[in-house]
Antibody, heavy 125, light 112 residues
Framework: QVTLRESGPALVKPTQTLTLTCTVS??????????VSWIRQPPGKALEWLARIDWDDDKYYSSLRTRLAISKDTSRSQVVLTMTHLDPVDTGTYYC??????????????????WGQGTLVTVSS | QSVLTQPPSVSAAPGQKVTISCSGS????????VSWYQQFPGTAPKLLIY???KRPSGIPDRFSGSKSGTSATLGITGLQTGDEADYYCGTWDSSLSAGEYVFGTGTKVTVL
């Protein structure tokens, strides 16, 4: 049974750095094709993809790339996201999700098949 | 900030059909597969459709997906009160450097 669970601080002060951990079970972060992404959602707003790390340690970032760093510890089944220079607009629910990356010989297909329950992060002084 | 455009809301009576459009460009929908997610208030999104038109196990066939050019569509037939939720499309966008995943602006479905 695949599960993902986010953990991290609920309250962060502006300008500080946020560190979130996603602990997974039911699959290996080192298994070919396994990817994990971080996605956030400000209150009442749309989903926003932040970053992705693949089984082979390839990393991809959104336009917030200068503030983001994603890493994984396969032995501990954890994916860590750090975000620097927090601002109140970064307030929202942060999700980690397993991303299926399927290559069929001509196209690569991506979709999120399992999600964590999310963790609410508030940026306020 | 979302590069995929969806209508903010759609509504219909129970038993009726609704469609949700997702408009993008050649660098995202035009060259990649689309997935759809259902989200109830206060809960995490759930995969509804992947690879443009495939349903994961457990998703009823009342939900369907299609893609044409740079647009995708989610259809819900036999609308039920339990379908009231927000729906998001998503796909990979290859326009910037290594690429990034993009979501739609989201659509709220209301059952009248």
């Amino acid at each position: 049974q695949v599960t993902l669970r986010e953990s991290g601080p609920a309250l962060v002060k502006p300008t500080q750095t946020l560190t979130l951990t996603c602990t997974v079970s039911g699959f290996s972060l080192g298994a070919t094709g396994m990817c994990v992404s971080w996605i956030r959602q400000p209150p009442g707003k749309a989903l926003e993809w932040l970053a992705r790390i693949d089984w082979d340690d390839d990393k991809y970032y959104s336009s917030l790339r200068t503030r983001l760093a994603i890493s994984k510890d396969t032995s501990r089944s954890q994916v860590v996201l750090t975000m620097t220079h927090l601002d109140p607009v970064d307030t929202g629910t942060y999700y980690c999700a397993r991303m299926q990356r399927v290559y069929d010989g001509s196209h690569v297909r991506y979709y999120f098949d399992f999600w964590g329950q999310g963790t609410l992060v508030t940026v306020s002084s | 900030q979302s590069v995929l455009t969806q209508p903010p809301s759609v509504s219909a009576a129970p038993g009726q059909k609704v469609t949700i459009s997702c408009s993008g460009s050649i660098s995202n929908i035009g060259n990649n597969y689309v997935s759809w997610y259902q989200q109830f208030p206060g809960t995490a999104p759930k995969l509804l459709i992947y690879d443009n038109n495939k349903r994961p196990s457990g998703i009823p066939d009342r939900f369907s997906g299609s893609k044409s050019g740079t647009s995708a569509t989610l259809g819900i037939t036999g609308l039920q009160t339990g379908d009231e939720a927000d729906y998001y499309c998503g796909t990979w966008d290859s326009s910037l450097s290594a690429g990034e995943y993009v979501f739609g602006t989201g659509t709220k479905v209301t059952v009248l």
